[in-house]
């Protein structure tokens, strides 16, 4: 009985994400919450980026990841639209967090041909940066996070395009940190590499350890 009450709850309220279907997923010998964070494990070892997993705690918050040779934080969640993000955000700033944040949703390559900017470079996820106004308050400021061939070392890499242009997987800025990818290209590089992660977090039986 009760569980069928929960359900018609859940059918009032589509538009609340819930997490409760994640699925432990086993990639590399870590033991992932969930399937898509083992997915974005794969993904950045496909692009050569260095990471890791549940780096720190801000008093309730653990982002999922820090990656670059900057270890910048990287939370992800199973989002495709922006204004699912507003209680993850409110919730990062609220942990007294004051580094930047790159924020991933369910998959880099949704909707591609939308993403494709001015600079030929995909949009990849957003950067959660933060400033304070008079009041000492803080506020949130997102900017959008492309992904593509670094201008400097010719190596992947993520840029912030806006603003004071920075690239924190290899901590380039300005013109060095500029990436680019042609859209034929995003086949062959973004979309191929996500879809490879895909197949080497594919869901196994997890063998725990007496």
């Not at 999922?64 to 969640?77: C, P, R, S």
């Not at 209680?87 to 390559?109: F, N």
């Not at 990818?181 to 895909?198: F, G, N, P, S, T």
């Amino acid at each position: 009985m009760e569980s069928n009450k929960r359900s018609k709850l859940v059918d009032q309220v589509p538009s609340k994400p819930s997490f409760a279907h994640a699925i432990e997923t086993a990639y590399r010998n870590f033991l992932f919450r969930s399937r898509l964070e083992a997915k974005y494990a794969a993904f950045f070892d496909l692009c050569g980026w260095p990471w890791s997993y549940e780096p720190k705690d801000y008093g309730g918050w653990i982002p999922d990841f820090a990656i670059g040779t900057t270890a910048t934080l990287v939370e992800v969640k199973p989002f495709f639209h922006e204004e699912q993000w507003d209680e993850t955000v409110s919730k990062i700033i609220a942990s007294g967090c004051r580094e930047p944040v790159i924020l991933l949703g369910a998959d880099p390559t949704w909707n591609l041909e939308r993403r494709i900017t001015g600079q030929t470079a995909p949009q990849f996820g957003e950067f959660l940066l933060e400033y304070f106004d008079r009041g000492d308050r803080v506020l949130g400021m997102r900017w959008d996070l492309h992904f593509g061939v670094t201008e400097k070392n010719g190596l992947l890499g993520l840029c912030m395009m806006d603003g004071g242009w920075w690239n924190p997987i290899w901590d380039f800025n300005e013109d060095d940190a500029t990436v680019r990818l042609d859209y034929r290209d995003c086949e062959k590089i973004l979309v191929a590499r996500w879809a490879k992660a895909h197949n080497a977090s594919r869901w196994m039986k997890v063998k725990r350890e007496d």
